[in-house]
T-cell receptor, first 115, second 113 residues
Framework: AQTVTQSQPEMSVQEAETVTLSCTYD???????LFWYKQPPSRQMILVIR??????QNATENRFSVNFQKAAKSFSLKISDSQLGDAAMYFC????????????FGTGTSLTVIP | DAGVIQSPRHEVTEMGQEVTLRCKPI?????LFWYRQTMMRGLELLIY????????DSGMPEDRFSAKMPNASFSTLKIQPSEPRDSAVYFC???????????FGPGTRLTVL
């Protein structure tokens, strides 16, 4: 089974600064999807950004961007100009593009934004 | 669209009681997923349906857990009898097709005393 590892249980960032959350994964597949989800205290799981493995270009959504290194099986999330509302748990997730429908989630990184 | 709807948002029950969690997926979505989130185990997939048919229930922890999807707009997850270790947040999620993104409901926080 695929595994997703988030090695940073907790991170903090000053408001308006930039922070990078790490994620690595293990797979033997060549085609898959990677996601970052945000879970604020409300518990709602919110999709932040998505990356297709066949795309070399890194995905970007406003202040959120990823650094996708396929060979290294690394998928980090960069949050620029951090805002108080960015404080949340962030989960990295993997899903096969083939027959599998299951998401494999990392254990999460708790992000604190310091005013 | 209202998004994925789950009820109740909070449930407190006593050990041994039956618990039923409900989910209404986004209209037009073919896939429905039930997840459980705990501090110890993180997010785990319990079961998922495609066109109302259960496809993979290998994540269902025990026979005490059962899930149904009688139609495209409604699913239930039932625990009978409930135990304290079932306390968790249970999420329902839906997806339109194989390649689309997955949308989560707000979750049900279950506490079994």
């Amino acid at each position: 089974a695929q595994t997703v590892t988030q090695s940073q249980p907790e991170m903090s960032v000053q408001e308006a600064e930039t922070v990078t959350l790490s994620c690595t994964y293990d797979t033997s597949e060549s085609d898959y999807y990677l996601f970052w989800y945000k879970q604020p205290p409300s518990r709602q799981m919110i999709l932040v950004i998505r990356q297709e493995a066949y795309k070399q270009q890194n995905a970007t959504e406003n202040r959120f961007s990823v650094n996708f290194q396929k060979a290294a099986k690394s998928f980090s999330l960069k949050i620029s100009d951090s805002q108080l509302g960015d404080a949340a748990m962030y989960f990295c997730a993997y899903r096969s593009a083939g027959t599998g429908n299951q998401f494999y989630f990392g254990t999460g990184t708790s992000l604190t934004v310091i005013p | 669209d209202a998004g994925v709807i789950q009820s109740p948002r909070h449930e407190v029950t006593e050990m041994g009681q039956e618990v039923t969690l409900r989910c209404k997926p986004i209209s037009g979505h073919d896939y429905l997923f039930w997840y459980r989130q705990t501090m110890m185990r993180g997010l785990e997939l319990l079961i998922y349906f495609n066109n109302n048919v259960p496809i993979d229930d290998s994540g269902m922890p025990e026979d005490r857990f059962s899930a149904k999807m009688p139609n495209a707009s409604f699913s239930t997850l039932k625990i009978q009898p409930s135990e304290p270790r079932d306390s968790a947040v249970y999420f329902c999620a839906s997806r339109k097709n194989r390649v689309d993104e997955q949308f989560f409901g707000p979750g049900t926080r279950l506490t079994v005393l």
